[in-house]
């Protein structure tokens, strides 16, 4: 359902424009009539228990945060009929995705606005219960026109327990961005983060997209970055690699820690140490990443992998309708009754949309 230019919501947001609209949801551009400002207004447009229980959650945790590279919140609400919506700032400026379409950044641009993103990872990291933001990605930093770094879209925000695994509301990958233990029913934390982010700063420096972590787990196939781009020094390209290793306890034992190692820093960098009574070493088949656990079948894993491409191919601004459609098409082929609702509701938008 498309909001129409003008509608006032909630009698306080009047519509001024779509700014991006997927499977799951919109984000559209509205006035709020009693501030007399731009916000922004996040629509969720799944009806199902588990998504709307995690909107709720994105909203609690973002009322709740203040950091000058994050997004606030202002208001949250629920309307009859049109379901539930999350009132945000409106950050001026554009996102690196749509800044690399127009050309290749510069390598002290990139890591300024790495090291930006990185003081609000720390600060989510730092909360008395640790926010992971698990959907770090050139698309969702946008740089304000005076060059401030603001991370947005947490709609797979997770707050950390270490006894509880991750929810299916908020299970979602990023292929390129999202490391091994985001895949199945893994555990995520910080180093989550870390990895992200050090693969969207891989991508600044190389304007190439990291290979899928699940893949690098049967033939690492990462280039070095300073094969790629000669312009960019060691220090920088070994502070990616370590960042981006496919074993969280080999990354960084924080984000600054990684920015440090980005900036020449002498300060030592520590990993992140698990007590070894807690590895458990896990026989697998060879064509199974060893993220899984062994009970899933390939099936079951590939199934998995093409409705998460779906799913974050659906929340972006920009989703490409001829490509969900091929995903749903490929995931009915393998079994009809995998997310049924779902499927079926994203191929009729994507059928219209592609009219």
């Not at 945790?61 to 202002?74: D, F, Q, Y």
């Not at 999350?86 to 690399?100: A, C, H, K, R, T």
């Not at 926010?131 to 770090?136: A, G």
């Not at 893994?186 to 989550?192: E, K, N």
Request: a neutral charge; aromatic letters at 8%; one cysteine or more.
């Amino acid at each position: 359902m498309t909001l129409n230019t003008g509608l006032i919501i909630n009698g306080r947001y009047r519509i001024a424009k779509l700014l991006g609209e997927g499977g799951f949801g919109a984000v559209y551009q509205a006035w709020d009539l009693n501030l007399d400002q731009l916000c922004a207004l996040k629509m969720n447009l799944d009806t199902s228990q588990e998504a709307q229980k995690q909107f709720q959650k994105e909203a609690a945790v973002l009322a709740k945060l203040s950091h000058p590279n994050l997004p606030r919140v202002t208001d949250r609400f629920f309307v009859q009929g049109q379901g539930q919506f999350l009132v945000m700032d409106f950050v001026e400026g554009e996102d690196l995705e749509s800044m690399m379409s127009k050309g290749a950044i510069q390598p002290e641009s990139a890591i300024e606005w790495i090291g930006q993103v990185a003081d609000a990872l720390n600060y989510l990291h730092s909360q008395p219960q640790p926010i992971i933001h698990r959907d770090i990605k050139p698309a969702n930093i946008r740089v304000t026109p005076n060059g401030r770094a603001v991370l947005v879209d947490f709609g797979l925000v997770k707050v950390y327990d270490k006894h509880l695994k991750t929810t299916i509301g908020a299970r979602a990958v990023t292929p390129g961005y999202s490391p091994p233990e985001q895949y199945g029913r893994g555990s995520t934390d910080a180093q989550t983060d870390i990895y992200a982010l050090a693969a969207t700063l891989y991508t600044l420096l190389t304007s190439e997209e990291p290979p899928e972590s699940i893949q690098r787990i049967v033939e690492d196939t990462l280039k070095p970055v300073t094969q790629v781009n000669s312009g960019v020094g060691t220090e920088v390209e070994q502070a990616i690699g370590q960042a981006m290793s496919l074993t969280p306890s080999q990354r960084y034992g924080t984000v600054l820690d990684f920015t440090a190692a980005l900036q020449g820093a002498e300060k030592p960098v520590q990993v992140v140490k698990k007590p070894a009574k807690k590895t458990k070493k896990i026989k697998i088949k060879k064509d199974v990443p060893q993220s899984y656990p062994p009970s899933k079948s390939s099936k079951e894993i590939e199934l998995d992998r093409l409705y998460q491409r779906v799913q974050d191919e659906s929340y972006h601004y920009r989703p490409d309708w001829v490509l969900i459609e091929k995903l749903c098409v490929e995931i009915q082929s393998m079994d009809r009754t995998y997310h049924t609702s779902e499927i079926h509701h994203l191929l009729n938008q994507a059928h219209h949309k592609t009219k």
